[in-house]
């Protein structure tokens, strides 16, 4: 999810473009799918029932919580599908190590679930009070928190405006730096507090939350969010068979363009086709019902040689 991230979404219930992902993706009995963020397997019960008999869906999750959430939804679908922790940046080791060598789709949908975000002791959400957490991966070592607390002043502003463009990113971080030389900053709460002061009181009314693009960034660098695609982006290829298609659904334009770079090189080599020249959008419909859906982009490519 990206800058326009609202707590209180349920996940079960919304998994964006599902209609323009399974009705592209090239979705067929005996289809081998890999879902690389299966998260509460929304996209994956739609992308099974298109698939079985005789298909198959790999489906992959960083955080090792929600993979029974996942295996509790899609249990009825018996040996159709196989789920396992892992983080997509491994694709090829994890499609070897299940046997599989060539997927006919593979779809991600990037960011973080309504399921993590709404959780109160994860810290994704600037609306709840949590521990400054924001592991996608809760056996990483590396937290927000060690961000937050330790990281010097230059860097911190380097990722707030690589990661989120904050036009403010100086003075949020010189303002968490004056902060933390009192106590270390714990939660999110009291980051939201040193964030609100930092923004010119006139800046604060726009409609997004002023923390919103700190949380952004801090998330994207805690995850190694832009690393784990780039390395996904090179790899992902050789293992897509031949008329085989992957979608992929982003939430801010750091992740679209190097989606968007990467298909545009494998047109360019002559090997793949895209399916929309521009990304697909959301319907304000779907956006009315489903306000997290609001800044998705999906790009769709087909493997044609
Ligand atoms: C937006 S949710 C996916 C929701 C899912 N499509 C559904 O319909 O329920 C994104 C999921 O991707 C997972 N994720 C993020 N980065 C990942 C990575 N590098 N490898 C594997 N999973 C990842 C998150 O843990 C989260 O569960």
Same mark, same amino acid.
């Given at each position: 999810?990206?800058?326009?991230?609202?707590?209180? %979404?349920?996940?079960y219930h919304h998994p964006v473009l599902l209609k323009e992902v399974t009705e592209n993706l090239g979705l067929s009995p005996g289809?081998?799918?890999v879902d690389c963020t299966v998260g509460g397997g929304g996209h994956a019960e739609v992308i099974l029932e298109r698939i079985l008999p005789d298909g198959f869906l790999l489906g992959i999750d960083l955080d090792k919580s929600i993979i029974p959430l996942a295996g509790e939804r899609l249990n009825k679908y018996g040996e159709g599908f196989k789920l396992v922790q892992g983080n997509f940046r491994d694709i090829k080791a994890i499609m070897s190590d299940m046997g599989i060598k060539m997927a006919d789709g593979f779809l991600l949908d990037l960011g973080v679930s309504s399921y993590? +975000?709404?959780?109160?002791? $994860?810290?994704f959400s600037f609306r709840l009070n949590s521990p400054l957490d924001m592991r996608m991966d809760k056996e990483q070592k590396l937290k927000a928190f060690d961000l937050v607390n330790h990281m010097d002043e230059e860097t911190l502003t380097r990722i707030l405006e690589n990661n989120a463009q904050e036009r403010f990113a100086k003075r949020i971080a010189s303002a968490i730096v004056m902060a933390r030389r009192k106590k270390n900053i714990e939660t999110t709460t009291e980051l939201v507090e040193i964030i609100l002061k930092a923004i010119p009181r006139k800046f604060h009314h726009s409609h997004i939350h002023p923390a919103t693009r700190t949380f952004q960034a801090l998330r994207i660098a805690v995850n190694s969010e832009l690393d784990n695609l780039t390395h996904f982006l090179d790899d992902f290829f050789a293992l897509l068979s031949l008329g085989g298609r992957i979608a992929v659904i982003s939430f801010h334009s +750091?992740?679209? $363009? +190097? @989606?968007?770079?990467?298909?545009?090189? +494998? @047109?360019? %080599?002559g090997k793949f086709r895209l399916l929309n020249q521009k990304p697909i959008r959301p319907t304000p419909e779907e956006i009315a019902e489903n306000p997290r859906s609001r800044s998705a982009k999906l790009r769709i490519g087909e493997r044609i040689k």
């Open positions: 999810m990206g800058e326009t991230d609202i707590a209180g %979404e349920d996940f289809k081998i799918i993590q +975000l709404n959780d109160p002791t $994860r810290g +750091l992740e679209d $363009r +190097l @989606v968007k770079n990467k298909f545009h090189q +494998l @047109v360019k %080599e």
